[in-house]
C-alpha cells in the first residue's frame, strides 16, 4: 500500500465489496488492479488468485474501468518470501 501511495497511485486498502474484502485495488489510468496477498505455510498454495475469482472481486469495477487485472500473491511464512505470482486480465 505504502509503496503504491508514495508513488502517486490512487489505491485502496481493504477495498469492500458485498461478498468480502480486496486486500488492495490500485488504479492507474483506466485501469483496475484487484490484489489479493496470501501468507502460506511453505509452499505455493495457489489461492489467492483463486479467492478472487470465487468473490467475483472484479464485479465492482466492470463498467467503470476499460481494464482488470486480478494479481494473487502468495508469502512464504518459513522463507520470508514471494513464492508464487500470478496474475490474469478480465
Known amino acids: 500500500y505504502a509503496l503504491f501511495t508514495g508513488s502517486g497511485l490512487n489505491t485502496k486498502a481493504e477495498d469492500t465489496t458485498n461478498i468480502g474484502k480486496i486486500d488492495l485495488t490500485v488504479f492507474y489510468q483506466d485501469r483496475a488492479y484487484i490484489v489479493e496477498f496470501k501468507v502460506v505455510e511453505k ?48
Do not use: W
Not at 488468485?49 to 464485479?59: R, S
Open 43 to 90: 509452499e505455493a498454495e495457489e489461492k489467492a488468485l483463486n479467492q478472487i475469482k470465487e468473490k467475483k472481486y472484479y464485479e465492482k469495477y466492470i463498467g467503470s474501468c476499460k481494464e482488470i487485472y486480478l494479481v494473487g500473491i502468495e508469502f512464504s511464512k518459513e522463507k520470508r518470501n514471494i513464492v508464487y505470482f500470478e496474475y490474469e486480465k478480465v
